[in-house]
């Protein structure tokens, strides 16, 4: 960054660098942000990450095909039954396996869920960093009610490590597809309760209408996904275009905003909620018998190639390329597309020209994992 | 000898620590509320439900290390909080708790006080407070408190004028700048101001939640934006010091709204006679009822609103608060010269 231009002649009026992050309570983790301000607008900002970097895709060229579900687990950690779906889909269509419709079914409930979990706490933290922390404690009840269901399911609340190539680790507890049931009609009515708390409240419309809109052209020159690229009005959702585990039998709409502003990317999340809690009764009520793991050798060894494959996790799109050598038991390349980190450089164009404030509304509007960011 | 000097005296030091222990235990309010608000519990350790739980936070701010940064304005740092503070406890010299009562056989006003020039002491006074802000910002010699100093005079400075313009509605009506003068206006009138003048009520409320930095308005500490704003540099008892203020404050705003629009210390419908079996309450039991209600307003607010954006705040007292004040205003006037 170069240094501070000097302008004016009567007045010293330097423009201000202030570091936002790493440690600074709405970076959502160790975000780093230098921002120009020219008061407390800004003129322009530096986005540093690496803080949380573990090298998951180079440890992963290390462990074996199994092991490895447990390392992407950590990327997105609050949404880790998506990324095990994710990567055990890639290494399956590499393998040529066939999955279970059980296995599938479970796996999109678990997704759903877990999507759910996630908007919560996007949700929470988004409300929290614009000053409404009511919200913030309220997604968080309902999120703890998802972990439950997660934990009853594979023990775990936070890394599931819940999915095992050409399956399930195991099938789900008797009785657990009531209290899912049940879960969505409580989730129902609490979230009409967030939305007579931010949807309609004056102050949140003014914070969010209109603050760092993204045309639909712009949102696919950055390369967004997931709900910020719904959000400018581009119905790209890979659950719609190319169905996985058993999203084409699943009936679902694809909410999608006008102006592209965060209000928007507000609302689609919103509806997203309803449309999982859709997904999630039919998963649930359809929920067809049969064995959870298909057949899988004993020793999994994919055949020499590459594949990629992508699925919808909550964030956006979440791609796995991984080349298989066919001598080893473990990849030789593996690599991952990770949502946040691609749509984080959004955040750049969004922030120039607006307030202090807007920062960290924006921050929270991309909905970044920096564990995902930086892997 | 004991009317001029002993009785004041006494007055100051009940007034002063029932303020300081009115301002501890507003903050265990403020942490109960929101908590039950937000499905929670709140402090519930120290004492049962918490209730010692601000004598346990004294301590801890009074044991806490005092730290100053090495290159801060030593003086100025030092001085900021006392600044911010001493306003906010010298007001309560012309708050009316309630009016001439006998104690022991003594006729005792329940007022240290009562200047003819109150109100505008109150005014004056308390617009002191906001140099604390700024010179805290100043002194920190860091950007994160720089930036909450410049939001918070900005702040302060513009709403003060809205604020003070409804003050000036009252008095038209009242014709006293004495605050007992304007509750014995408001009994003689049989009205609670608040009632004759809702708009001027209103934007009384409003930018007083914006004076004493509590949300929607909190800018000055938005913790999310500035990291804690102007007092992020400060620790232990001076920290405690600008915690204290900003509390007393909102005490001090209670009671001036309950002195000016809900009739002080005078019971509801003070010319009814079919309601003076309530005459056995105090007086003083009322105005403490009223402002407990402002109080929880206050907290209740906080817990359900956004943050405004500067900008916004800005638009909101110039375009808005402001503009409306004066036509208030000049509209009392004329509704009084008319019904003179």
Same mark, same amino acid.
């Given at each position: ?61 290390? *462990? ?310 930086? *892997? | ?340």
């Amino acid at each position: 960054m170069e240094a501070p231009t000097v302008r004016g002649e009567m007045f010293d009026t330097n423009e201000l660098v202030i570091n936002m992050g790493p440690q600074h309570p709405s970076t959502h983790g160790v975000l780093r942000v230098v921002l120009r301000l020219d008061g407390e607008k800004v003129v322009d900002t530096d986005v540093i990450i690496g803080y949380l970097h573990r090298g998951i895709e180079k440890l992963s060229e290390n *462990r074996n095909w199994t092991q490895i579900i447990l390392l992407t687990d950590r990327m997105d950690y609050v949404a880790a039954a998506t990324n095990n779906v994710g990567y055990c889909e890639t290494v399956e269509k590499l393998m040529s396996l066939e999955v279970p419709r059980r296995a599938r079914y479970v796996r999109t409930l678990l997704c759903e869920l877990q999507r759910i979990a996630s908007h919560c706490l996007w949700l929470g933290t988004h409300a929290m960093d614009i000053g409404a922390m009511t919200v913030f404690l309220y997604a968080f009840r309902e999120r703890e009610l998802i972990l439950d269901l997660f934990e009853e399911f594979c023990g775990a609340r936070l890394t599931y490590n819940s999915m095992r190539i050409g399956g399930l680790p195991m099938d789900v507890p008797s009785g657990w597809d009531k209290k899912v049931l049940e879960f969505c009609k409580i989730m129902d009515s609490k979230l009409d309760e967030y939305e007579e708390l931010l949807t309609h409240n004056r102050i949140w419309i003014e914070r969010t209408k209109n603050v760092g809109v993204l045309t639909a052209a712009e949102a696919i020159d950055l390369g967004l996904s997931g709900p910020p690229l719904r959000g400018s009005g581009v119905p790209r959702d890979v659950r719609k275009d190319e169905p996985y585990a058993a999203y084409d039998e699943m009936e679902f709409d694809v909410p999608i905003g006008t102006a592209g502003d965060t209000y928007d990317r507000y609302l689609v999340r919103i509806e997203e909620f309803r449309q999982s809690l859709r997904i999630i009764r039919q998963a649930t009520e359809g929920l067809p018998e049969g064995p959870i793991v298909g057949k899988v050798p004993r020793l999994i060894k994919p055949p020499a190639g590459e594949t990629y494959h992508a699925i919808e996790s909550p964030k956006g799109e979440l791609g796995y390329f991984i080349v298989s050598d066919g001598k080893s038991t473990n990849p030789y390349r593996f690599r991952v597309r990770p949502p946040s980190f691609c749509n984080l450089q959004a955040l750049r164009r969004m922030v120039r020209g607006h307030l202090v404030a807007d920062v960290v509304a924006l921050i929270g509007s991309l909905d970044v994992v920096l564990g995902e960011v930086d *892997r | 000898m004991i009317d001029g000097f002993v009785i004041p005296l006494l007055k100051i030091v009940i007034v002063l620590n029932a303020t300081l222990v009115g301002v501890t235990y507003m903050v265990l309010l403020e942490r109960k509320v929101i908590a039950w608000a937000q499905s929670r519990l709140g402090p519930m350790r120290v004492g049962p439900h918490g209730i010692l739980q601000p004598i346990a936070d004294a301590v801890k701010l009074m044991l806490k290390e005092d730290i100053t940064p090495a290159r801060a304005d030593k003086w100025v740092f030092t001085v900021a909080p006392i600044i911010s503070m001493v306003p906010a406890l010298i007001v309560y010299a012309v708050i009316p708790f309630g009016p001439e009562v006998s104690l022991f056989g003594r006729q005792v006003t329940l007022y240290i006080t009562d200047i003819n020039v109150g109100l505008l002491y109150i005014v004056s006074v308390a617009s002191v407070g906001v140099y604390g802000i700024i010179l805290a910002g100043y002194a920190s010699n860091s950007k994160f408190p720089l930036l909450a100093s410049l939001r918070a005079s900005a702040q302060l400075i513009s709403y003060e004028v809205a604020v003070t313009l409804t003050l000036v509605s009252v008095v038209l009506m009242s014709g006293t700048l004495s605050m007992v003068g304007i509750v014995r206006a408001q009994e003689s009138a049989h009205l609670w101001f608040a009632f004759a003048q809702p708009l001027a009520f209103g934007i009384f409320v409003i930018g007083s939640l914006a004076e004493t930095n509590r949300a929607p308005f909190d800018l000055p500490e938005a913790e999310q934006e500035l990291t804690g704003g102007f007092h992020t540099e400060y620790s232990g008892m001076r920290f405690a010091l600008f915690f204290l203020a900003e509390y007393a404050n909102m005490i001090v705003v209670s009671s001036v709204a309950t002195t000016l629009f809900f009739g002080g210390w005078l019971r509801p419908f003070p010319n009814w006679a079919a309601l003076s079996f309530l005459d056995f309450i105090p007086s003083w039991t009322w105005f403490l009822i009223k402002s407990f209600v402002f109080l929880y307003f206050f907290v209740w607010v906080r817990a359900t609103l956004p943050r405004y954006r500067y900008d916004q705040l800005m638009r909101l007292g110039w375009k808005l608060l402001i503009p409306l004040a004066i036509a208030n205003l000049v509209l009392t006037g004329i509704i009084r010269v008319a019904l003179l």
